[in-house]
């Protein structure tokens, strides 16, 4: 009871607070668990700095995510962007390096393209995994077929993908909203798979986000997820500033979790020398 009277008490608080804002922002929630190429929810820990150049319409932005598995495994995301605003939209770029620990270590880069603007945003992400892609794990012996030893192996490998949206929101109201939906495209190791997502995300007043998303893959299937976001904006107050400006200084939307595709399959054994073991 005391953990929802704190979060109601910020809630209220957040939306007599929200007539002006700071540009950082550090971020605090949890999601629940299965998404998109993970199985257990996480937990994150984020900050993010947005510093507008003063009499210039660009706008630079630095981005640090750190995550925590249910199971203990960790991720991280670390990026740059910047923005240029003219008298109707803004367009941006961004950059990330994203890692993930599981049964390796698993390491991507990937690019953006963002325009934003009054009620509609549009978005362009591509991730690319580079060095180590997969890993074997779980042997299993299956028993000898034609004379030859053959054990069963589970193996995962990190997804390439691309991811494309777009999103309607309102942020001059009490209760700040967007509604977005598009589709992406997951591949490796030969396999490909096409889905489509779609997120609600609800502010309740400066402090505290409620989100929603839902998809659905041939990889993975239905998905549904749920996060509780807690924002602690500081920096300079920033008062009465036109709503492009005050866009500029939005958080980047991206995927954060490097996706990974687990199966299994069987192999024979082999020696040293690269030759089967024969009975």
Known sequence: MRILAAFLFLGVYGLWAQTSFRPYQAIASHITPKGIGYREGYTSLALFFAWPKKNSEWTFLADVRSHVFNE?????NSGLAVRYQNDLRLYGVNAYYDFRRSHASYNQISLAFESLGRRWDFRLNGYLPVGKREATYGTAFLGIQDRVLVFSHKREFALASVQAEAAFHGDEGILPYSFSLGPYWLHGRGKQAFGAETRFTLDLGTYLRLEANVSYDHFFRWIGQGRLALNIPFGPRRQNEPLLAKLSLKRTCRREIIPLYRDRFKA???????????F
């Open 72 to 76: 203990g495994k960790i991720a991280i």
């Open 268 to 278: 024979p054994a082999i020696d040293k020398n690269g030759s089967f073991y024969f």
